[in-house]
């Protein structure tokens, strides 16, 4: 005769191999994954020294750098392009009458909590000096960390 012990884990043990538990190959996953959808929200460019900005008609690169005046061509995909009217410590007084006139390009657009952060400038402008056209290539901006 058995014992209300022994038949419960006799009818536990039957459920569990019935049930697949014992089986090898572990989990087993059918069908296609669902698609990833692009992220999507509102794209920012933090202007130096950290206020996030959407198609802003003036920017401060950095601490030395800003563009005012801008006209943007497109805003929110893997880059953003505008022109507009580059004015920096090193050209000052001059480039305040006679600012450089150039296109700025921001890049490496990387997500964060549902919103897109440009991480990169570059300005390029006619005339300019060699050493300058150094410093406004590949620039950092500002992005939320992780």
């Known amino acids: 005769m058995m014992t209300g012990v022994k038949r419960a884990a006799l009818l536990c043990a039957a459920v569990l191999t019935v049930a697949g538990c014992g089986a090898d190959g572990g989990v087993r996953v ?50 953003a392009v505008g022109t507009g009217e580059l004015i920096s410590m090193w050209c000052l007084p001059d480039c305040q009458e006679r600012p450089y006139r150039g296109t700025i390009t921001l890049s490496e657009l990387t997500w964060h909590e549902r919103a897109g952060y440009y991480g990169r400038f570059t300005v390029k402008a006619d005339g300019l000096p060699p050493d300058r056209v150094k410093e406004l290539t590949g620039g950092r901006l500002t992005v939320p960390e992780s």
């Open 30 to 79: 059918e069908g296609s994954a669902p698609p990833s959808k692009p992220p999507r929200g509102p794209v920012y460019v933090v202007a130096y020294p950290g206020d996030p900005l959407r198609r802003p008609s003036r920017l401060a690169l950095d601490e030395f750098n800003s563009v005012t005046g801008i006209r943007w061509e497109s805003w929110g995909g893997e880059s």
